[in-house]
Nanobody
Framework: QVQLVESGGGLVQAGGSLRLSCAAS????????MGWFRQAPGKEREFVAA????????VYSDSVKGRFTISRDNAKNTVFLQMNSLKPEDTAIYYC?????????????????WGQGTQVTVSS
């Protein structure tokens, strides 16, 4: 199994920024599409952003479009989520996910590998 480890979560005031990182093990990381999902208390896990294997294509949920940016550094086996203009409704556990295919997916079931999650809390 590929291992994914998220970091960078924390507490921030509304309007602030955080940058999440996801470090991946595995020689084949550069061939994987990657995504970020989040889960708020009492809610199901939802799609946030995804990026194809090369980083040339990205997809965002409507709720974060224009505020969040997903990127990757294949040389470092790392994917990032830059979160700007944070809102209290962004509060959730954020999960990094990997897919052993190169094309983007917004669907939970298309991802093979998951990190443990990192907490993001946005205060008002």
């Amino acid at each position: 199994q590929v291992q994914l480890v998220e970091s960078g979560g924390g507490l921030v005031q509304a309007g602030g920024s955080l940058r999440l990182s996801c470090a991946a093990s595995g020689r084949t990381f550069s061939s994987y599409a990657m995504g970020w999902f989040r889960q708020a208390p009492g809610k199901e896990r939802e799609f946030v952003a995804a990026i194809n294997y090369s980083g040339g294509s990205t997809v965002y949920s409507d709720s974060v479009k224009g505020r969040f940016t997903i990127s990757r550094d294949n040389a470092k086996n790392t994917v990032f989520l830059q979160m700007n203009s944070l809102k209290p409704e962004d509060t959730a556990i954020y999960y990094c996910a990997g897919r052993d295919l190169s094309m983007i997916s917004t669907r939970l079931l298309r991802y093979n590998y998951w990190g443990q999650g990192t907490q993001v809390t946005v205060s008002s």
